[in-house]
């Protein structure tokens, strides 16, 4: 056996062993009581696009958190939008306070960032805590008191969580999708390190904000969470991430739409933090040449083959009684649900859902255009983003 192939399978599992390491470590003390010992002001900021039935419960639910000093500034396309229909007939129910902002057609960038960007121009003085969110998502009571807490609390300038993605439909490829996403969030994530922000559930001091000057660099830009990560890095901030700012993400893809989704992370990835893609190309593909030479050389009858391929699902099923625990912890409500396919996806089918990960990374490198949310774009640089095509919803 030459000393590439024990090196690999060293590497593979040193690999596992760091992943489920950092999964059992997440759930330490879930769920944990987490109140902000003062509640300061808080305007949340998020882009909405259209409407839906998840859209519809994402505002309900953000409208009624258990905080008691907060505003919503909602931004839109046009007035044309589904979005901003709907958006009037909430502001008109009970819940927190609800202005909507018009951004119109980008012209140069992302249109969710131009949406923020018009968003921006809505934060007030007294605004002492801005959160920015996503409309795809679904956030618990007690969310946002938990990501006002890690500010407050704990002094930091700017925390970050992620989404927690559950199938709402029986499809394999959703399960496929929620299992690759759940092996990201109980990554290890060092703030003085590296770690990114996600714009889905991002909160940073106003004063933070204006320091950094995101509007800068946002304007021609496609991706808000990763300039914003790039504008905290530049100003010498750190990025934190409290384990109870997930936030869950309802998802229901086929297999078309499952590639062009983690084929457009990863592009923008490759885009903004190509040493990060890089990492995570290395980090999914290794354990894939590893498993490969294990079974090859299991077949030959050694039994180094048989020793790592037993530590893998061994590892394996350790992470994936620590996610069971957290979605148990975070979100009882999960229990009524039916997510036994993914489940089984998540325990049984890892080389599956590992796989298309790693083909997502991959297909990163093809080319620069990408379709989101009905538009077509050509991205040359972070900020260099061409809207190509336009794309009517059909009738």
Excluded at 268 to 295: E, K, Q, S, Y
Excluded at 325 to 348: G, H, K, N
Excluded at 367 to 372: A, E, G, M, T, Y
Aim: glycine share 6%; aromatic share 10%.
């Amino acid at each position: 056996m030459s000393l590439a192939i024990p090196t690999i399978l060293i590497i593979w599992i040193i690999i596992e062993v760091i992943s489920t390491l950092s999964a059992w470590r997440y759930t330490w003390g879930l769920p944990r009581a987490e109140v902000p010992g003062r509640t300061p002001p808080v305007a949340v900021i998020v882009a909405i696009k259209n409407r839906s039935a998840l859209t519809e419960d994402f505002l309900q639910r953000l409208r009624a958190q258990d905080y008691p000093d907060y505003r919503i500034v909602a931004a839109v396309e046009s007035g044309d939008d589904p979005a901003f229909a709907l958006l009037n007939e909430a502001a008109r129910k009970p819940g927190a306070n609800l202005a909507t902002v018009v951004a119109g057609p980008v012209e140069h960038g992302g249109q969710k960032v131009w949406n923020l960007l018009a968003a921006l121009k809505a934060i007030r003085s007294e605004d002492e805590i801005i959160v920015f969110t996503d409309a795809d998502t679904l956030p618990a009571p007690e969310w946002l008191a938990r990501l006002v807490s890690a500010l407050i609390d704990a002094g930091y300038d700017s925390v970050t969580g992620y989404r927690w993605m559950i199938p709402t439909d029986g499809r394999i490829s959703s399960a496929v999708v929620a299992a690759a996403n759940a092996s990201i969030v109980t990554l290890p994530r060092i703030p003085d390190v590296i770690n990114l922000c996600w714009g889905g559930a991002t909160a940073v001091r106003r004063e933070t904000l204006e320091q950094i000057d995101i509007a800068a660099y946002w304007r021609g830009a496609i991706s808000d969470d990763l300039q914003m990560t790039r504008a905290l890095n530049a100003a010498g901030r750190a990025i934190f991430s409290p384990r109870q700012s997930l936030l869950l993400s309802p998802i229901a893809m086929d297999w078309k739409e499952a590639f062009a989704f983690g084929q457009r992370q990863y592009r923008l990835m490759l885009t903004h933090v190509p040493m990060l893609w890089l990492f995570a190309a290395l980090t999914t593909g290794l354990p894939i040449i590893g498993a490969c030479l294990a079974v090859f050389l299991a077949l030959q009858g050694q039994i180094a083959g048989f020793f790592t391929l037993a530590l893998s699902a061994g590892f394996g099923e350790l992470r994936y009684q620590n996610r069971r625990r957290i979605v148990r912890s975070l979100w009882p409500e999960t229990q009524d649900c039916d997510l036994a396919l993914y489940w089984r996806v998540e325990r049984f089918l890892r080389p599956l859902w590992w796989s298309f990960h790693f083909v997502c990374i991959l297909g990163a490198l093809g080319s620069r255009r990408l379709r989101w949310a009905g538009i077509d774009y050509l991205v040359r640089s972070p900020q260099d983003v061409v809207v190509l095509r336009r794309r009517r919803p059909p009738a």
